[in-house]
């Protein structure tokens, strides 16, 4: 500890005592440039100042209130008092020993105090909230002489969100008596305030998520993302990534938002106003308290960000093959008209991705786009629909998600709610893993519900019938995991190439990109041979029930030949035949080829 000569020849000549903490030596030096080395109390805000910081610290008065009530009443006769500032050091309340707290008024040791470094020199909450850690000053370490008649120990608070410094927790007790705990006393109240912090936090999250529902009802599926006060997704919708890169701006943003979130509602959109370009903003708030904001982007850029990635979609399905060229030059044709699709195809063969890609195609493409999920659909839900007046849909497009699925007994109020939609300037497209035309013609489906939602049909065929996509796809799916995880694309062997072209897929895309997720997550390298391939791959697969054997060799050739780049002999050897047998089985299957040695 300092004794008061070794601060005097400090003071005097700025001789440095031995053994002085590096600390306390910083903070004296720091001091020494605000010319307060007379003053014998801190400054005073006055009291619409100190309203004004405990509205702004309103969180902090509230994480704190629990503690501060308890330590109130075990502090009484200990001679000590605690103290809660803001992050500028004011003093925003006090509880403790009534006699100190008596004491403590003529150094303004009180609620309205400003205690930091520039205006009082070195002392506990000033240098605690310089340092950001736990800080101890006793007696002669403090720099103002007239505040060595305490001892004080004071510990940061932080904002669990963003670890941001909300204010100090300290105890101040008279100057000569020990306190051993007090520092351990100090962090134990800062944990404690920090902890019920936290759970304010998740009940404000809880809140968010229950009005991101509200509003994506209220606005449709446009792109939308939803922030807590720590500046943290809580909720975004899939494609608010994809139409927003301004990535800096939005970064900048959430540095912003956690010293913005505690103002009035009404100026924080004034400030968030001039942000991000092209958006809109809404404050949430709990109970009159701004908790989060909302960031929506407007009907004018969401236009002009599809205008460039509408090509992007079809041709990225289109990119595939000559099966997926042919379908997506319909599909754009059918884009630029208003008539209902009926998109058919198996299970996972990408028929919400087609819908999608249609829509972004199309003249509502700034209007939302709406899944209906026809197996869950009931009585109630549907007459909810009309009940809600098509709040939650308004137009656009109305995906309807297996309406084969959809009991004859509500079909009727499905059709309604169809026409209804479409009477509306909205658009429907149907999805269908089974042939609603068949379902039709076996009384399961209504044929006037059909016809209003089978416009223009469109199928998309199972990969085992176009195998020659088979690698582009895998291709493609392999680039788009690696850009979604920010990990490593995969890489291929051919003879695993050769396998997969082989295999069945009756998951169809479904499958293959589960496949890619689950072979990145297993495998050490990256590197996928036949090998490491999941067993049911490796087994010889027919594609389809009318393959013979010779459809099975042929297409074996032909894959051992792009995997081996035509060279006759490796693929003789990676077949298990001799040379002269492989040239009499190409001129049998009628394969051309140039025969490299």
Not at 207 to 219: G, M, P, V, Y
């Amino acid at each position: 500890m300092v004794r008061k000569k070794e601060w005097e020849d400090f003071m005097a000549v700025g001789r440095v005592p031995t053994g002085l903490n590096h600390d306390i030596l910083a903070s004296w030096q720091r001091s020494a440039k605000h010319s307060v080395a007379g003053r014998t109390r801190a400054p005073v805000v006055n009291d619409d100042e100190l309203e004004g910081r405990r509205v702004q610290a309103r969180r902090l008065g509230r994480a704190a209130r629990s503690a501060l009530n308890r330590a109130g009443n075990l502090l009484i006769g200990t001679r000590d008092i605690l103290l809660l500032s803001d992050d500028a050091g004011v003093v925003i309340d006090t509880v403790g020993d009534p006699h100190t707290l008596s004491q403590a008024e003529e150094n303004h040791l009180h609620t309205g105090g400003h205690w930091i470094e520039e205006a009082i020199g070195t002392n506990a909450i000033g240098t605690a909230l310089h340092l950001g850690a736990p800080t101890l000053i006793q007696d002669a370490e403090h720099f103002c002489e007239a505040i060595q008649r305490w001892n004080c120990a004071a510990t940061p608070i932080t904002d669990p969100g963003t670890g941001r410094i909300l204010g100090v927790v300290d105890i101040s007790w008279p100057g000569g008596i020990q306190q051993p705990n007090a520092v351990a006393l100090s962090s134990a109240l800062a944990l404690q305030m920090e902890t019920e912090l936290t759970h304010m936090l998740g009940h404000e999250r809880e809140i968010l998520l229950e009005q991101s529902h509200i509003r994506r009802l209220r606005r449709g599926s446009g792109p939308m993302l939803i922030m807590d006060r720590s500046g943290a997704n809580v909720f975004s919708t899939e494609n608010f990534a994809r139409f927003y890169d301004d990535d800096i701006d939005l970064e900048q943003l959430r540095r912003r938002l956690p010293a913005l979130i505690d103002q009035p509602a009404e100026q924080i959109g004034e400030v968030l106003a001039d942000c991000l370009k092209s958006t809109d903003f809404e404050v949430i708030s709990d109970r009159d308290e701004p908790i989060g904001i909302l960031i929506a982007l407007r009907r004018s850029r969401l236009r002009a960000q599809t205008d460039r990635s509408t090509a992007t979609e079809l041709e990225q399905i289109a990119s595939a093959g000559e099966a997926s060229a042919a379908l997506c030059a319909q599909a754009r044709r059918l884009a630029e008209t208003g008539i209902s699709i009926l998109i058919e195809g198996e299970t996972g063969t990408g028929k919400s991705f087609l819908a999608r890609a249609i829509h972004n195609a199309s003249k509502q493409s700034d209007e939302p786009f709406e899944m209906l999920d026809c197996a869950q659909l009931t009585e109630e839900t549907l007459r909810n629909c009309f009940a809600s007046d098509h709040q939650c849909i308004g137009k656009g497009t109305l995906c309807l998600n297996s309406p084969g699925a959809v009991p004859a007994s509500i079909q009727k109020l499905l059709l309604t709610l169809v026409e209804q939609f479409m009477e509306q300037g909205g658009r429907i497209i149907a999805l269908s893993a089974r042939s609603l035309y068949e379902e039709m013609r076996g009384n399961n489906f209504r044929g006037d519900l059909y016809y209003r939602i089978a416009g223009a049909r469109l199928e998309i065929t199972p990969l085992r019938e176009r195998a020659g996509e088979i690698a582009p796809l895998l291709r493609q799916l392999v680039q788009s995991h690696a850009a979604e995880t920010g990990r490593r694309e995969l890489r291929f062997s051919p003879g695993a190439v050769g396998v997969l072209k082989n295999y069945a897929w009756p998951g169809n895309l479904l499958e293959m990109r589960n496949l890619v997720a689950a072979l990145d997550a297993l495998s050490p390298t990256g590197l996928i041979d036949e090998r490491i391939l999941p067993r049911e791959f490796r087994q010889p697969a027919r594609r389809n029930g009318s393959d013979t054997l010779r459809d099975v060799e042929r297409a074996g050739i032909l894959d051992a030949l792009e995997a081996e780049d035509g060279n006759l002999s490796r693929v003789a050897k990676r077949l298990g035949i001799a040379r002269s047998t492989l040239y009499l089985k190409l001129d049998s299957y009628g394969i051309e080829t140039r025969r490299k040695t």
